[in-house]
């Protein structure tokens, strides 16, 4: 299995073109999941989507309850995040992919990070005695809610086939001959994860904004990157 973890003829279950923080740490952990489990019946892939249900609401819950429970909470919440890379490969891989699956994923992610979330940004705001973490999530709640709400309506009425990607520069060319996406996360809620593990833990709510303003910066140097002819 080579490193990035990309898809091959033996990982055909992957995603055609797995977006880096996939291909880099989340596929390190998912890929020697399926195959350990891919024979086991009494594993479901719909099971482990409840599962990470189950285990971003109590983490969520347990910090608002408990805020010194926060580097616990960040550790459920990437636990979580694995279980919800899982579920979509163990069903390839068994060849049981469903439209129902894929609503149920969609509807999760939904609740996972607009509920979800705002309970974990109202734990922040008490934790430090200021409205600005809730202020600060309150971008990320819309564009999320907007983002799953969008691909559960691409399930129930769209039609879901991909466009073959055409590299348009270096970049992209060089992503596509590695089996990577020209993505460097693969959905807003990775790049949530990673705020969420560091900024849960600090009790200074400018240092917050700081991270917050830094991350927003990072994103558009990658996307001037990535749309750059260079």
Known sequence: MRYPVVKSEKLFFLNDRSAWLSAFIGNLFTVPFVFIFKNKKYVDPNAISLMSLILFFSCSVFYLLDPTLSIFCSIG???????????????????????????????????????????????MCIKIGSLLPFFIFLPYLY????????????????????????????????????????????????????ILGIAINLDNPILFLIISIYTNLLIKIINHLKNDNF
């Not at 390839?92 to 939904?110: E, N, P, S, V």
């Not at 590299?167 to 996406?181: E, I, M, V």
Request: charged share 20%; net charge positive.
């Open 77 to 123: 919440f990437f636990i979580s995040y694995l279980l919800d890379s899982t579920d979509g490969k163990l069903a390839r891989i068994r060849g049981k992919g469903t439209k129902f699956g894929g609503l149920l994923d969609a509807t999760i992610d939904l609740l996972c990070h607009s509920v979800g979330l705002a309970i974990v940004s109202i734990g």
């Open 143 to 194: 564009y999320l809610g907007y983002s799953h709400l969008k691909d559960i309506f691409n399930i129930l009425y769209a039609n879901t086939t991909k466009k073959k990607m055409i590299p348009k520069n270096r970049w992209q060319n060089f992503c596509y001959n590695n089996g990577l996406s020209s993505y460097i996360y693969n959905d807003w809620e990775v790049v949530y994860v990673c």
